[in-house]
Each structure stands twice: as structure tokens, then as C-alpha cells.
């Protein structure tokens, strides 16, 4: 019997998955801070702090996903074998990554055009 990729494929992946979740969110919540502030009207405080609980969530959601998905299922007993396993399970994940970056991304800028028109309508029907 041949000895089995099982171990090496999730070595491999783990570390993948987890570097490309902190990227993604590294570079979505870093630059999502101006959507926050514009949304909150330059509220500092409950800009940041929304922030870094929508990150926290993207965290908890993406590995979440990852680590649910980890399992392989096939017997990998060639280098070639790992190797596909493991584009199917990275790619997946990186397609899976995409969604919920654009996701968040509509969520800001609903949000944003929301937090405007409400200022729109504030100023054209200011209460007396």
C-alpha cells in the first residue's frame, strides 16, 4: 500500500487559505474605513469600530468556510493527485473569497448611498 498525501495536502492548504483570508481582509477593511466614515458622517468612533466588527465577522465566516471545507474525501496516493485536490479546494476557496469581498463591497456602498440620501432629505426637509 502506498502512503497516503492526506497530511501534506492539508499542510499546504491551511497555511494558503489562512494567508489569502488575512489579505483579503487586510486590504478590504483597511481601505473600507472611508466608506465608513462617509457613511457615519465623519463619526470617527462608530466608523472604526463597525469596521473592525465587519472584519472580525469576514474573519470568522471565511475560515469558517475554509476549515468546513477542508476535509478530502479521495485517497491521494501521487504528487499529482495532491496537486489536483489541491487546486480544486484552493480555487474553490479563492472563488468563494471573491464573493464575499464583493459582497462586502456592495454592503458599503449601499450603505453609503443610503447614509446620503438620508442627508439629502435632511437638508431639503429639515425639521422644525
Known amino acids: 500500500m502506498k502512503p497516503s498525501y492526506h497530511f501534506i495536502t492539508y499542510l499546504i492548504y491551511l497555511p494558503i487559505v489562512i ?10 477593511f483597511k481601505n473600507s474605513r472611508v466608506f465608513m466614515l462617509d457613511i457615519f458622517s465623519g463619526k470617527s468612533e462608530i466608523a472604526i469600530a463597525t469596521n473592525k466588527l465587519f472584519e472580525t465577522g469576514f474573519y470568522l465566516l471565511n475560515l469558517g468556510f475554509a476549515f468546513w471545507v477542508m476535509k478530502v474525501v479521495d485517497d491521494i496516493y501521487t504528487g499529482q493527485g495532491m496537486l489536483e485536490i489541491l487546486s480544486t479546494k484552493i480555487g474553490g476557496f479563492c472563488i468563494y473569497l471573491g464573493i464575499m469581498l464583493f459582497f462586502n463591497l456592495y454592503l458599503f456602498f449601499r450603505g453609503r448611498k443610503i447614509s446620503r440620501e438620508k442627508a439629502r432629505l435632511a437638508i431639503a426637509h429639515p425639521q422644525s
Open 19 to 28: 494567508i489569502l483570508t488575512w489579505y483579503v481582509a487586510h486590504t478590504l
